[in-house]
């Protein structure tokens, strides 16, 4: 766990609460963890479900790996530490955005388990929502849709630490929502989504 170095410093608290939040927008706020291999579909499932949350009048917000690296991690890399580092900043943003009453979508590889729990954890402490999204694919259904052009290279040689090639990915034992984007079409994955949002309160029926 991440040692805190400032010292003198404590939460303060105001007067809106999270309750009050989400009366104003009429949503509860949660974080929607999509996790799987590079070219699996979790930005793409995001990316779908954002727009239909968005028909329904939620108002949602998403993280996805590229763009975050692009901005306040840019300066980590894909050592194990640096990963780790990257999914601990996420997590708090990601939190952060519950507090507020926005449904986070969160579309991270994180390839290790103790660093997914690690945000769990620090969710359940704070009285927040997880779901944890398995977006299954196989490596060979990932690789050959390659979106990027990333598995081409990490076969030559041209990138390490790549998941999947020359780095674990380590796959959820307990998700809430397990999808299988090489089985599934992406119509039927959105609606797995939201079906466990409508039968854990999370959202109302329209």
Known sequence: MTEQKATNVHWHDG???REDRARLLGQKGATLWFTGLSGSGKSTVAVALEKVLYERGKLTYRLDGD????G???NLGFSADDRTENI???GEIAKLF???GVIALSSFISPYAADRDRVRELHMESGCAFIEIFVDCSLQA????DPKGLYKKARAGEIKNFTGIDDPYEPPQAAEIHLR???MSLE???AAIVDYLLAHDLIAAS
């Open 88 to 90: 601990r900043r996420i």
């Open 72 to 74: 306040i991690n840019k």
């Open 142 to 145: 990932a690789e050959s849709r």
């Open 15 to 17: 007067d809106i609460t």
């Open 181 to 183: 984007t090489d089985k």
């Open 188 to 190: 039927q994955e959105v």
């Open 67 to 70: 763009n975050v690296r692009l």
């Open 98 to 100: 519950v507090d507020s």
